[in-house]
Nanobody, 123 residues
Framework: VQLQASGGGLVQAGGSLRLSCAAS????????VGWFRQAPGKEREFVSA?????????HYSDSVKGRFTISVNNAKNTVYLQMDSLKPDDTAVYYC????????????????WGQGTQVTVSS
């Protein structure tokens, strides 16, 4: 599967952005899709993930829970990350990734990656 992330940009604190992760070469139905981010000088960290195995299952990091929402449009083969109430600490390059079936929070568990999309939140 090939992944294409998009939707990043510059936004003021408190604003919103919606990231998209479009898949080609396969459908998302057999995969779990995760979003990760990496800020300058920091390690890549888990943000959120969604899986359809056994029903829609979602997971969020504590730092974004209640502010970010992950969802999927099966018809468009696209996963979205709606980011609300953005903070300057959310500034990072955001990546989407896929793995077979089950959600994981470690980036080492994901075998398919899209290119990153930059999110910058100004104070």
């Amino acid at each position: 599967v090939q992944l294409q992330a998009s939707g990043g940009g510059l936004v003021q604190a408190g604003g919103s952005l919606r990231l998209s992760c479009a898949a080609s070469g396969s459908t998302f139905s057999r995969y779990a899709v995760g979003w990760f981010r990496q800020a300058p000088g920091k390690e890549r960290e888990f943000v959120s993930a969604i899986s359809w195995s056994g029903g829609d299952v979602t997971h969020y990091s504590d730092s974004v829970k209640g502010r970010f929402t992950i969802s999927v449009n099966n018809a468009k083969n696209t996963v979205y990350l709606q980011m609300d109430s953005l903070k300057p600490d959310d500034t990072a390059v955001y990546y989407c990734a896929a793995r077979d079936f089950i959600i994981a929070t470690s980036d080492l568990s994901y075998g398919y990656w899209g290119q990153g999309t930059q999110v910058t939140v100004s104070s």
